[in-house]
Nanobody
Framework: QVQLVGSGGGLVQAGSSLRLSCAAS????????MAWFRQAPGKEREFVAA????????NYADSVKGRFTISRDNNKATVYLQANSLKPEDTAVYYC????????????????????WGQGTQVTVSS
């Protein structure tokens, strides 16, 4: 069964930190790159960060580079997003996603390459 369940969002002040988690079924997680996307009201869903199936490679949007860190625990089939120094412009619903291709050699950032999606977790950063 394909399943992605995101959690960890909340309402925080600017400069604070949050750790988002996404628990996946083995079927969805094993051998697949995982990514986080976000969508603010009235905007397109945008790439935030991705990590390769092995955990050896990562990719970040310029807007979060140096503040956010993506990681994965393959034993727990879980991907994390550590978000530090949060800004009001980080406010959005955050979605985890799994790559449609298994054992891909590159980390892709295009949302159309991700076929399995979590339900989203709201992050709100107040100024």
């Amino acid at each position: 069964q394909v399943q992605l369940v995101g959690s960890g969002g909340g309402l925080v002040q600017a400069g604070s930190s949050l750790r988002l988690s996404c628990a996946a079924s083995r079927q969805t997680f094993s051998g697949r790159a995982m990514a986080w996307f976000r969508q603010a009201p009235g905007k397109e869903r945008e790439f935030v960060a991705a990590i390769s199936w092995s955990g050896g490679s990562t990719n970040y949007a310029d807007s979060v580079k140096g503040r956010f860190t993506i990681s994965r625990d393959n034993n727990k089939a879980t991907v994390y997003l550590q978000a530090n120094s949060l800004k009001p412009e980080d406010t959005a619903v955050y979605y985890c996603a799994a790559d449609k291709a298994a054992y891909r050699s590159v980390v892709v950032t295009n949302k159309w390459e991700y076929v399995y999606w979590g339900q989203g977790t709201q992050v709100t950063v107040s100024s």
